[in-house]
């Protein structure tokens, strides 16, 4: 931290305030008080010294430097800024904007914000290019930019692929949910394929055990009276062989005699023939 104090140069310019404000000599008094409680390490009577003449000369950019500088060292950063940038802004020469863009700097890479950091130091650069610090401070705060960029980048590249993968996985179990739900599709329509298929089985046997007993039924409707005496009769006696063959003999002797008188009968009836003999 640049903690210059310029209290000659507060001397130079104090004709010129002393035009826009009432109490010029007061705030350079409380400016040069301040200066000697930072030399004695009081850093809260020297800030309350650079408030004071900061106020009573709103054009004192010496007062708002050595307050930004004196808060920043006691560790109000976030407070330091303003100042610096209200010295900056009242600066009158170009060595005291330099400091007051340099210090503002160095509260931006206090905050990480790296990029303002660069635009600060680079301000600094052009009222005094010749400065060895800040020439550093700027490019290592272009560096920390790059290194930011660069993990930002590779950040993002992680966010993008843990997202991918995340719909990858999310469409997995969708297709997996999807197939388990069609293949128990296909599981119950082949049962109620298969129960209506045995069900029809079952429909059809039973059809034609109806209609097998509606036809013997009517078959047994249209059975002739005499069908159904004889089912209702007594079956024969079964003959045996020598029955058989006795019954055959007779019904061959009973034939030859029938023959005998046939052929009786054609003798009988026939006419002769008388040869002549002469």
Known sequence: MRSLILFLMLVVGASKASLAQQSPKESLKNTYEGVLFIDQSESSKAEQSFRTASAQDTL????????????????????SFGHFKAASQKATS?????????????????????????QAYKEALKKNPDDDETRYNYALAKKMLEDEQQQNDQNQD???????????????????????????????????????????????????????????????????PEDQRQNNSPQPQELSKEQIEALLQALQNEENKVQEKMNAQKVQGRKLKVEKDW
């Open 60 to 79: 004192n950019a010496i007062a708002d430097y050595n307050l930004g500088n004196t808060l920043f060292e006691i560790g109000a950063a976030e407070e």
């Open 94 to 118: 170009e060595r005291l904007s330099h400091q007051a863009f340099h210090n503002m700097g160095n509260v931006f890479m206090k905050r990480k914000e790296y990029e303002n950091a660069v």
């Open 158 to 224: 992680q966010e993008n692929q843990d997202q991918d993968q995340d719909q990858e996985n999310q469409d997995q179990d969708q297709q997996d949910e999807g197939g388990d739900s069609e293949e128990n599709g296909d599981q119950d329509e082949s049962d109620s394929e298969q129960d209506q298929s045995d069900k029809g089985g079952d429909d059809q046997q039973e059809k034609e055990e109806q209609k097998k007993g509606d036809g013997d039924q009517k078959q047994e409707q249209g059975r002739k």
